[in-house]
């Protein structure tokens, strides 16, 4: 694995300044804005031992990130943490320059509207149609109606589910329900959008037309988090860095993983085969 | 086909960054449906509210009736003074309620005066003991003397001050005269009546209580099956409020449906009872009840329907708050 800008170890981690083939690199990528801060994070659920222990990273404004690492070794708990679904056990979380662990209770839903997710197991309403799911973040929102009927349409047409949209999510397969998943966890164009095997229960071709979609969303800004056991998938999407989970410890613990160097500005693959 | 992100026939992209919160209320309506559905939430509340509603109505309606009958008898009543003589011979008792009638009747507080004649006194006495001791047609011939009975009607309340007066101007032409004011006879039921009203109040108390913790279990209940639904909508950034409004508005609604139907059973029963209660009844309206109780009684699914809706809000919220 070689070294990343765009994930980084926090201090006393030991940084990467100086190591590795990217020192030179590091300047462009550590101008964008560090929207997540991860400081010695530990998870345990209970009192069994810790799921998640000292993790710390930041990850950056409009990167893409692969989350990976073997069954168990703690991805979907991380991401529950970046998306608010769980507090950790110890350490120092920040999202969007806020403490997302000191933070009141009441000033979280106003964060957790930046963040879209796609979960594993789709969590599509059962009784709502597809245009409904999509449409179920900007109604909380407080989004009038007739505001956001063009945009939640557009959002259908753009994850090629027009046929689809009065279909409730249990007349759909596997591929339609997840696109709906990814459309509703987009629809409020968040900053963060985490995506927890989203490919996990499909065909190859989908799960490149879903890796489209993410792709899509990340052009236009978005930092996408996207946790994949699927190499060929990690390999399609050349700007990515790639966080990789063991036992609960991010496995480069300088914080220095892969991010291949051709998706720095400048270069290409060729250059660095 | 999956394409490429565009702006789309609305401007999308625009359209997107454009959305934002207005701070609106949440409508537990998204669109076709609502997000948890209010059959979901309410669960059995509309029966049970059904059912509490019906009791405290036909409880409160038997207590308003109760108090409507004590009330209207003791009008009947107010100011209502006997003047008894019994004890002398019946020529004398005849003598002295002659005299007590003829020192009351220019009295300018007295409004009506009327005096007992033979047979009306022995129809007072007969239920209890017939017509044997006093059959005679000469009044020494019967073995009962009857008491001479003088009725007077004061103009106003026949206070303590006012008997006091009274019993010493009659007892100078009558000393044999017993003054007695006719609410006195009643003070017994008034009391028993009074019991019957504070066991009515504290059965709409009791059945409030019933109501309120059904609701309590019900909103819990409903919270932990639809917990997964409640996450999502905390994970898409909702508010406690809004939640909690999902579920005040479901309580209220199932709970506003059962209120109706409760009032509609006892508006039933109770008109079915007006009948026997108004042979009992000093010729008040059907049940005693008049237009203010019964809008009094109105009021009770209302209060009950509130009473729900606050209870599911404060309920759902103290236990969102549990959770992350």
Redesign the interface.
């Known amino acids: 694995m070689q070294a990343s800008s765009s994930v980084e170890g926090f201090a006393g981690s030991g940084g990467i300044s100086g190591s590795g083939p990217m020192g030179p690199r590091r300047s462009g990528s550590n101008a964008r804005e560090a929207i997540v801060r991860f400081e010695n994070v530990g998870l345990r659920y209970g009192t069994e031992r810790e799921v998640l222990s000292d993790v710390s990273f930041q990850l950056h404004k409009g990167r893409f990130y692969f989350l990976t690492g073997p069954s168990g070794a703690g991805k979907t708990s991380l991401l529950k943490l970046l998306?608010?679904?769980?507090?950790p056990s110890r350490g120092a979380i920040s999202l969007f320059g806020e403490d997302a662990v000191a933070m009141d209770?009441?000033a979280?839903?106003?964060l957790?509207?930046r963040i879209g997710?796609v979960f594993q197991d789709f969590?599509l309403?059962g009784?709502?149609?597809v245009?409904?799911n999509i449409?179920?973040?900007?109604?909380?929102?407080?989004?009038?109606?007739e505001?956001?009927a063009?945009?939640v349409?557009?959002?259908i047409?753009?994850?090629?589910l027009g046929h689809a949209r009065d279909a409730r999510p249990e007349t759909l397969s596997g591929g339609e329900q997840q696109?709906v998943a990814i459309a509703?966890a987009v629809?409020?164009?968040p900053d963060l959008l985490v995506a927890d095997e989203p490919t996990g229960n499909v065909d190859p071709d989908m799960a490149i037309?879903?890796l489209?979609?993410f792709s899509?969303?990340n052009?236009?800004g978005t930092t996408v988090v996207l946790a994949t056991h699927d190499m060929s998938l990690m390999e399609r999407q050349k700007d990515a860095s790639v966080m990789r989970l063991v036992r609960g410890r991010l496995d480069d613990p300088t914080g220095a993983l892969r991010n291949p160097p051709w998706s720095w500005g400048g270069s290409s693959r060729e250059d660095w085969a | 086909?999956?394409?490429?992100?565009?702006p789309?026939?609305?401007?999308?992209?625009t359209?997107?960054?454009g959305?934002?919160?207005?701070?609106?209320?949440?409508?537990i309506n998204?669109?076709?449906?609502p997000?948890i559905?209010q059959r979901a939430i309410s669960g059995p509340v509309p029966w049970v509210i059904a059912i509490m509603t019906a009791l405290t109505v036909i409880a409160a309606a038997g207590g308003l009736a109760l108090g409507s009958i004590a009330a209207a008898a003791g009008d009947e009543l107010q100011g209502g003074v006997t003047v008894q003589i019994a004890g002398p011979p019946e020529a004398e008792a005849a003598r002295q309620a002659q005299a007590v009638a003829a020192l009351l009747a220019d009295d300018p507080e007295i409004r009506a005066l009327r005096r007992l004649d033979r047979d009306e006194r022995a129809a007072l006495i007969a239920p209890w003991l017939g017509d044997a001791g006093f059959d005679g047609e000469d009044a020494d011939d019967n073995l009962l003397v009857l008491p001479e009975l003088v009725e007077v009607q004061l103009t106003g309340e026949a206070g303590e001050d006012v008997l006091a007066d009274l019993r010493s101007r009659v007892e100078a032409v009558a000393p044999d005269a017993l003054v007695s004011a006719d609410t006195s006879w009643l003070a017994p039921v008034g009391r028993a009546i009074e019991a019957l009203q504070w066991l009515a109040l504290s059965l709409v108390g009791l059945l409030a209580l019933a109501t309120l913790a059904a609701v309590l279990l019900a909103s819990r209940s409903a919270l932990n099956a639809n917990r997964?639904?409640i996450?999502?909508?905390?994970?898409?950034?909702?508010?406690?409020r809004?939640v909690a409004e999902l579920f005040q508005r479901a309580a209220a609604v199932g709970a506003g449906v059962g209120g109706a139907a409760g009032f509609a059973v006892a508006l039933a029963v109770v008109s079915g009872l007006a009948g026997r209660f108004e042979a009992l009844g000093p010729g008040q309206s059907a049940a005693g009840l008049n237009p203010l109780h019964w809008a009094v009684l109105a009021l009770i699914p209302i209060m009950v329907t509130l009473l729900a809706a606050v209870t599911a809000r404060l309920t759902v919220l103290a236990t969102l708050?549990r959770m992350?």
């Open positions: 998306y608010l679904a769980q507090s209770r009441a979280r839903p106003a957790r509207r997710v969590r309403v009784h709502l149609t245009y409904d449409a179920l973040p900007l109604r909380l929102a407080g989004v009038p109606e505001e956001m063009g945009p349409d557009d959002m047409d753009w994850v090629g696109r509703r629809i409020t164009r037309r879903l489209k979609l899509a969303m052009r236009l | 086909m999956v394409s490429v992100y565009s789309g026939r609305h401007g999308l992209r359209k997107l960054s959305l934002t919160a207005k701070g609106r209320k949440w409508r998204a669109g076709s449906d997000v559905k997964q639904v996450e999502l909508m905390h994970l898409l950034g909702a508010q406690d809004q708050r992350v």
